[in-house]
């Protein structure tokens, strides 16, 4: 997708990177949950995380990558939704995001997305512009203005309804990592 954002024109992925890109691109697989891990429920498609911000930035860079600032990711992410997901409501959040069962998602009882950590990237639906999991599988960093911190923005697998909002973010420090964050890179494009 391509918008206007702060700094001006931005090309955004389609969904979050993959633990087979970071590992053509480094060499290895840093992901806790990772196909190394020689786990048969993870393979190359899952998203990489359990990488902090400096080598985030300094592997994105290399490619003309980039963390996402965290206004521009909540602009994408809710492609025109104004609620707390991007889908409507009294649809099935299992078909949308991949994130702790929990009654409070249906009202009607546990829905099952068929995952116990984070799924292939891509395997459920997206928002209006084309972009996938930006609720659940990894939350997503993103980077805000004080350049010292970061969001953590979307919720994880792990992430109940309370925290799996497209609102929802707690900063955390440059240095943080967790094995349910990883990163959805943008491309500033030059007018």
């Not at 400096?54 to 600032?69: F, H, S």
């Not at 116990?116 to 609720?135: M, R, S, Y």
């Not at 919720?155 to 959805?184: C, I, K, N, W």
Request: aromatic share 8%; glycine share 10%.
């Amino acid at each position: 997708a391509i918008v206007e954002h702060v700094c001006g024109p931005l090309l955004i992925s389609k969904y979050e990177v993959t633990q087979g890109q970071w590992r053509r691109a480094n060499g290895h697989n840093p992901s806790e949950f990772g196909s190394d891990a020689a786990d048969p429920r993870f393979d190359l498609r899952h998203p990489v995380e359990t990488v902090d911000v400096a080598t985030l930035e300094r592997v994105l860079a290399r490619r003309g990558l980039q963390i996402p600032d965290a206004r521009d990711w909540e602009v994408l992410a809710r492609a025109g939704s104004e609620g707390p997901t991007y889908w409507a409501p009294g649809d099935d959040p299992a078909d949308y995001a991949n994130v702790a069962e929990d009654q409070a998602w249906t009202g009607t009882g546990l829905h099952q997305d068929g995952y116990v950590g984070h799924a292939p990237v891509g395997k459920f639906e997206p928002n209006a512009l084309g972009l996938h999991d930006v609720i659940g599988n990894v939350s997503e960093l993103c980077l805000i203005a004080d350049g010292e911190s970061q969001l953590p923005r979307g919720g994880s697998m792990f992430s109940t309804q309370q925290y799996a909002r497209l609102g929802h973010f707690e900063p955390v420090g440059r240095d943080y990592r967790l094995f349910d964050m990883g990163v959805r890179p943008v491309r500033s494009i030059e007018p």
